[in-house]
């Protein structure tokens, strides 16, 4: 393989840094006790502009490929994108972000209660707790997320383990 074909088939969305951009709301939620709110809603549109970009990506790719019949091709298109869409709003956003949201509010809750950090200094040790947090969450709740699907939706659409993992 060339080089250029090398670039060509890689997944942009998943081998390269552009798959961090489906974490920033994981960063925004631990920053969420010194940035204003609206810093961490942009963090949410960051991770799901992610999940779009990747969710068509897969679909194009999808749609590219040799089909039987035209009725096939649309099947196709749409479970490698709904699929997609659904491991990677629950793997990517939805999951991460409540798991780093409720570690941060309770991290935050102990240190107030069992410390007399100054409250700058207490902000900023949660926000370094989430933070470090991400990386020893992501495996397991994508683990987690492919398991629920391969047992639902992916039952309904007949396609188990696509394997969207980022």
Not at 71 to 96: C, H, N, R, Y
Request: hydrophobic residues 40%; contains cysteine; positive net charge.
């Amino acid at each position: 393989m060339t080089p250029v074909e090398e670039i060509i088939k890689k997944d942009i969305f998943r081998e390269t840094p552009l798959r961090y951009l489906g974490y920033a709301n994981e960063v925004g939620e631990a920053f969420r006790s010194l940035v204003k709110p609206v810093v961490v809603k942009f963090s949410y549109v960051v991770a799901f502009g992610y999940v779009a970009a990747d969710s068509i990506d897969k679909g194009l790719q999808e749609y590219i490929k040799t089909h039987s019949t035209s009725t096939e091709k649309t099947k196709k298109v749409a479970i490698a994108a709904v699929d997609t869409v659904l491991w990677q709003t629950f793997a990517s956003v939805l999951i991460p972000g409540f798991t780093i949201n409720r570690f941060c509010f309770f991290s935050n809750l102990l240190l107030q209660k069992s410390t007399k950090l100054p409250t700058n200094m207490r902000k900023w040790t949660v926000t370094c707790l989430g933070l470090a947090t991400i990386p020893f969450i992501v495996h397991p709740i994508d683990s987690f997320v492919e398991e629920a699907m391969d047992k639902t939706a992916r039952k309904i659409y007949n396609e188990p383990t696509i394997s969207n993992k980022e």
